[in-house]
């Protein structure tokens, strides 16, 4: 039986990208203190069900805080959760300093994944980004000194004025930084940020250019040694994101702090984007979601985002459905050139990718 992850929101950051839907706020020294005794009280008092392989710090930006405060965390995560495996911070390069990563990894982090979007100075501006390159070259040999050997760095694709040619720029300064992750995400205008405006959608790459900047970036990172395991995620051979993976294979994962979504013995929870009730409360104020997917639904839709797809004759098993008519709709995409079929496997490439809403939603006609 696979073991649970664990994932803790720290939703602190210097400023907002304009992009940004996370919650996040800008907070000081106290409210910081107070967050992690929060986050603290709930990890002791929540009830467990299985031991745990990964803790993840998502933000916000975690490495905003204090080592000591973050170490205390992974103390409490490991001994509640019997913890031992990937142990993951998102971090800033602008805010990485060689004695943070230091203090990091002594801590038990070994994992560390950097937000970068572009290596495009222009791209950068639009984005809100305040990082140069140099930043980022730094931030990956420090983490390498300190002794980490499994970084990842975001990109964005699809942002304001981005073209193949810059995106084959961006790529290939990563692929110089010898790293082993690449997370590729689509940029989406969210409502209520500050790119939710004209001015942004029309210097936007638009669907035909996004369709082949993304086709682009799949095939120009296989042929430099990144293998895509998931819609928007490509690693070297093993450093897949072993905590990423449990969303999509339908795997428990515990949650922690505002915002923060989990899922645990079926039932799907989050907490409130709210710091101070969370803080007040110790997370005690979780809600249980309403969900309108069955169990059948949810797992066909997150096993078709991974590259190696989803196995029929399981789907059948455990969820008690009848594949013919499945097979028929698969049938129809293989022959669109969008997917293929291995034995019972069924699997979206790269053109299937782009397409995923649609082909998904009909494979779901057939299931309930
Ligand atoms: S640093 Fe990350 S989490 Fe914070 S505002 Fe920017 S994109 Fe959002």
Same mark, same amino acid.
């Given at each position: 039986?696979?073991?649970?992850?664990?994932?803790?929101?720290?939703?602190?950051?210097?400023?907002?990208?304009?992009?940004?839907?996370?919650?996040?706020?800008?907070?000081?020294?106290?409210?910081?203190?107070?967050?992690?005794?929060?986050?603290?009280?709930?990890?002791?008092?929540?009830?467990?069900?299985?031991?745990?392989?990964?803790?993840?710090?998502?933000?916000?930006?975690?490495?905003?805080?204090?080592?000591?405060?973050?170490?205390?965390?992974?103390?409490?995560?490991?001994?509640?959760?019997?913890?031992?495996?990937?142990?993951?911070?998102?971090?800033?390069?602008?805010?990485?300093?060689?004695?943070?990563?230091?203090?990091?990894?002594?801590?038990?982090?070994?994992?560390?994944?950097?937000?970068?979007?572009?290596?495009?100075?222009?791209?950068?501006?639009?984005?809100?980004?305040?990082?140069?390159?140099?930043?980022?070259?730094?931030?990956?040999?420090?983490?390498?000194?300190?002794?980490?050997?499994?970084?990842?760095?975001?990109?964005?694709?699809?942002?304001?004025?981005?073209?193949?040619?810059?995106?084959?720029?961006?790529?290939?300064?990563?692929?110089?930084? *010898? $790293?082993?992750? #690449?997370?590729?995400?689509?940029?989406? @205008?969210?409502?209520?940020?500050? %790119?939710? +405006? !004209? *001015? $942004?959608?029309? #210097?936007?790459?638009?669907?035909?250019? @996004?369709?082949?900047?993304?086709? %682009?970036? +799949? !095939?120009?990172?296989?042929?430099?040694?990144?293998?895509?395991?998931? @819609?928007?995620?490509?690693?070297?051979?093993?450093?897949?994101?072993?905590?990423?993976?449990?969303?999509?294979?339908?795997?428990?994962?515990?949650?922690?702090?505002?915002?923060?979504?989990?899922?645990?013995?079926?039932?799907?929870?989050?907490?409130?984007?709210?710091?101070?009730?969370?803080?007040?409360?110790?997370?005690?104020?979780?809600?249980?979601?309403?969900?309108?997917?069955?169990?059948?639904?949810?797992?066909?839709?997150?096993?078709?985002?991974?590259?190696?797809?989803?196995?029929?004759?399981?789907?059948?098993?455990?969820?008690?459905?009848?594949?013919?008519?499945?097979?028929?709709?698969?049938?129809?995409?293989?022959?669109?050139?969008?997917?293929?079929?291995?034995?019972?496997?069924?699997?979206?490439?790269?053109?299937?990718?782009?397409?995923?809403?649609?082909?998904?939603?009909?494979?779901?006609?057939?299931?309930?």
């Amino acid at each position: 039986m696979s073991l649970a992850g664990v994932y803790v929101h720290i939703p602190f950051c210097r400023s907002k990208c304009p992009y940004c839907d996370f919650y996040s706020i800008v907070g000081d020294k106290k409210i910081q203190q107070e967050y992690v005794d929060a986050v603290l009280k709930n990890i002791n008092n929540s009830k467990k069900y299985k031991d745990a392989d990964t803790l993840y710090f998502g933000g916000g930006t975690p490495i905003l805080l204090d080592s000591d405060l973050l170490r205390q965390i992974v103390n409490a995560v490991k001994i509640k959760f019997n913890l031992s495996g990937e142990i993951t911070l998102e971090a800033n390069p602008c805010i990485t300093t060689k004695d943070k990563l230091k203090e990091l990894y002594k801590a038990g982090f070994n994992r560390i994944s950097f937000g970068m979007q572009s290596a495009n100075q222009d791209e950068l501006d639009y984005l809100g980004r305040n990082h140069v390159n140099q930043d980022i070259i730094n931030a990956v040999t420090w983490s390498k000194e300190a002794g980490f050997k499994n970084i990842s760095i975001d990109v964005m694709l699809g942002t304001p004025k981005q073209t193949k040619s810059s995106i084959k720029k961006t790529l290939d300064f990563l692929i110089a930084l *010898d $790293i082993q992750h #690449i997370s590729a995400y689509m940029l989406k @205008i969210e409502k209520g940020t500050k %790119f939710d +405006c !004209d *001015d $942004i959608r029309n #210097i936007v790459p638009d669907e035909d250019e @996004i369709s082949d900047i993304y086709l %682009f970036v +799949c !095939d120009y990172l296989s042929q430099n040694g990144f293998m895509q395991y998931e @819609i928007s995620n490509f690693s070297k051979k093993g450093y897949e994101s072993k905590h990423n993976l449990k969303y999509w294979k339908y795997d428990d994962y515990y949650a922690f702090g505002a915002s923060a979504h989990g899922f645990v013995n079926g039932v799907r929870y989050s907490y409130p984007r709210d710091i101070k009730q969370y803080i007040q409360t110790s997370g005690e104020n979780y809600i249980v979601e309403d969900y309108d997917k069955s169990d059948a639904e949810e797992y066909l839709m997150l096993r078709l985002r991974l590259s190696e797809g989803l196995n029929l004759k399981e789907l059948s098993c455990k969820y008690n459905v009848d594949i013919n008519e499945l097979l028929k709709v698969s049938d129809k995409f293989i022959k669109y050139g969008l997917m293929q079929k291995n034995d019972d496997n069924i699997s979206l490439n790269p053109k299937g990718f782009l397409l995923s809403n649609y082909i998904i939603s009909e494979f779901m006609l057939y299931i309930s």
